[in-house]
């Protein structure tokens, strides 16, 4: 006599071969009839918009009181977005620590704010190719009386505490060159990180160029002073996508080069302050290899 379990399983084993039978039918029948499971662009393009990992960092990405997003990076990923077929762009706003943890979690369908293409976020993520390049830069009161001009500068100045964006390229460089992290001074934001060099909380801010011209465009009022990094290489940016979403980064990449080719590109960057050249100069490849260029 079968005991009660003993016929539970055998009942399940073949149900689970009755159903994988199945499975195999309608996959055939699909494959016969011309059918496939939808790409990820399909889906986007169903759906109608693309959501995309941001956080406030001007002038990469802006966000306004009213949570409107715009800046060079989401303008330029919408525009290609668009070309792609998907009609609209929905900001997820998030802390820039936070941007990769939200796309691997599916918060968002891809990352476009400034994210530097750095060898260890090349095996976290997929990136597009370059689109946003910058060099580095240090903000300082006028009144610093130290000529700073490389990090390893700032490794010889004991006193000297710096500001750096949480999370960023910059402390890496700021490492690399010799500073303890026990001087370095995670920054949340641009806004933060002036008020923390006019209460003399730190006494420099180490960011991206362009973002630091874009601070001192709005604080017009004091005086600081603005050095490109003579010992930093140039950095590019990329739009990020979940490892699983290569076939959606791929035709992703094949729009840049087409906006990228008829100048929509060199209008959108321009428009934003940056310099359309400098991407064209570099790969993904390079940068997640660990190539760095002066």
């Known amino acids: 006599m079968i005991s009660f379990s003993k016929k539970i399983k055998k009942y399940s084993f073949i149900l689970g071969i009755s159903l994988s039978f199945l499975y195999f039918i309608h996959s055939a029948d699909c494959r016969a009839n011309g059918e496939s499971r939808p790409t990820r662009l399909e889906k986007l393009q169903k759906r109608g918009y693309v959501r995309i990992g941001l956080s406030n960092e001007p002038p990469w ?3 306004d009181a009213d949570g409107q997003v715009g800046g060079a990076g989401p303008d330029l990923t919408h525009a290609v977005f668009q070309r792609m077929g998907v009609s609209e762009l929905q900001g997820v706003l998030s802390t820039f620590g936070g941007l990769i943890p939200g796309l691997l979690a599916g918060r968002s369908d891809a990352i476009s704010s400034g994210l530097f ?3 260890g976020r090349c095996q976290a993520v997929a990136f597009s190719e370059p689109d946003l390049c910058d ?3 240090f903000l300082m009161k006028e009144d610093m009386p130290l000529a700073l001009k490389t990090y390893r500068d700032l490794a010889t100045d004991s006193l000297l505490q710096v500001g750096v964006p949480a999370g960023g390229t910059e402390e890496r460089e700021a ?3 010799g500073v303890p992290a026990s001087r370095l001074v995670p920054v949340p934001d641009g806004p933060s990180g002036m008020i923390m060099l006019l209460a003399g909380r730190i006494q420099v801010y180490s960011l991206p160029a362009s973002s630091a011209q874009h601070l001192v465009d709005l604080w017009r009022g004091q ?3 603005l050095v490109t990094v003579k010992d930093a290489p140039v950095m590019c940016a990329g739009t990020a996508f979940s490892p ?3 076939d959606l980064r791929d035709a992703y990449d094949h729009v840049l080069a087409k906006l990228k080719a008829d100048g929509t590109y060199d209008r959108i960057l321009r428009a934003h302050g940056f310099d359309p050249s400098l ?3 570099h790969t993904r490849e390079e940068f997640c290899r660990g ?3 002066l």
Request: glycine share 4%.
């Open 291 to 293: 190539k760095q260029s």
């Open 175 to 177: 490492l690399a060159a």
């Open 135 to 137: 060099r580095e830069a």
């Open 117 to 119: 293409i750095q060898p």
């Open 61 to 63: 990405t802006v966000i």
């Open 279 to 281: 991407a064209r100069g």
């Open 244 to 246: 699983n979403a290569v």
């Open 223 to 225: 005086k600081f002073s």
